[in-house]
């Protein structure tokens, strides 16, 4: 063996993944906290993943997300803009091994392990997520994350195998009364996602500008205008001088209350065009002033 192929052998059993490598990072705390304080088991450049990966600063949570593709990075965003949802832990990870692999074999299917090992596979489920029902109640819901395309293209030896590690995981929340699914990517709006990665942009903006005084002139404009006969540029234009504010702040406040849903509109029925009027309404439970609509 010369040198180079000696290196290479070091380098491989380096990487090489060991039950004791597992419980070490197990102690350290991965894969385990929530909200600011969770631990994603997978991380982005950790691990090889399919499409683009990402890690994102979180606007609901306040850490960095480890998405390992764009189908996991938009239906982040689309968790992020749901109201009713306090937490989101991505790559989760299904412990104990013993339990995945005893799933597994009472279901008559190989038990699943790292590549070239025997060592027991760290199943994850793409997105565990804290959400309050109706009633202001904690309930957890389990998320996969898939391209249709990923399996419908896969031979069949390999269809098989995916289904059979989702089946593993569908088992393993069903035992803890957690409502799990399996998301497929191309049955998202397109036009959804495009115009919740604009708004995203438009979070967390400065304190400053979101006021409850430019808020509430912003709003009390809006409420008593047919903003679906105007461009949304020309009309953003006009209600920065009615509200006393720049332009590029009114459409950056305007974006802010349409991603904290103060303002409404139907994200799946068109896209956002400044070129074009946007139908946008007051939410009902947002309390407004109309002192500044009497001066408009």
């Known amino acids: 063996m010369n040198q180079d192929q000696t290196q290479t052998s070091t380098k491989n059993r380096s990487r090489a993944i060991t039950q004791q490598k597992i419980d070490k990072r197990i102690a350290a705390g991965d894969g385990d906290g929530v909200r600011e304080d969770y631990k994603p088991w997978i991380k982005v450049r950790a691990f090889p993943s399919k499409g683009t990966s990402h890690i994102v600063p979180g606007v609901k949570v306040g850490r960095s997300h480890h998405l390992l593709s764009n189908a996991e990075y938009h239906y982040h965003i689309i968790l992020e803009f749901d109201r009713s949802i306090i937490d989101i832990r991505e790559q989760f990870p299904l412990f104990p091994q013993s339990e995945t692999q005893a799933i597994a074999s009472s279901l008559n299917v190989m038990p699943p392990s ?147 849903q103060a303002l409404e509109f139907d994200l799946s029925a068109e896209l956002i065009d400044l070129a074009k009027p946007l139908s946008v309404k007051v939410a009902a439970f947002y309390p407004i002033s109309m002192e500044m609509a009497r001066h408009a």
Do not use: C
């Not at 309050?132 to 293209?153: P, T, W």
């Not at 920065?240 to 332009?247: A, F, G, T, V, W």
């Open 114 to 260: 790292y590549p070239g090992t025997n060592v027991p596979l760290v199943m994850t489920t793409d997105f565990l997520i804290t959400q309050l029902d109706s009633n202001g109640k904690e309930r957890l819901v389990a998320r996969s994350m898939k391209y249709a395309k990923e399996i419908e293209d896969a031979s069949q030896r390999k269809k098989n195998r995916l289904l059979e590690k989702l089946e593993i995981e569908r088992v393993f929340w069903e035992r803890r009364n957690v409502e799990w699914k399996l998301v497929l990517y191309e049955r998202i709006s397109q036009i959804r996602i495009r115009n919740l990665l604009v708004l995203r942009s438009h979070a967390n903006i400065s304190p400053l500008l979101a006021n409850t005084k430019n808020i509430n002139n912003l709003l009390s404009v809006i409420e008593i205008t047919d903003v679906s006969r105007i461009p949304l540029k020309a009309f953003l234009k006009k209600l920065s001088k009615l509200i006393y504010i720049e332009y590029v702040e009114t459409k950056s406040l305007f974006f802010h209350l349409l991603w904290i």
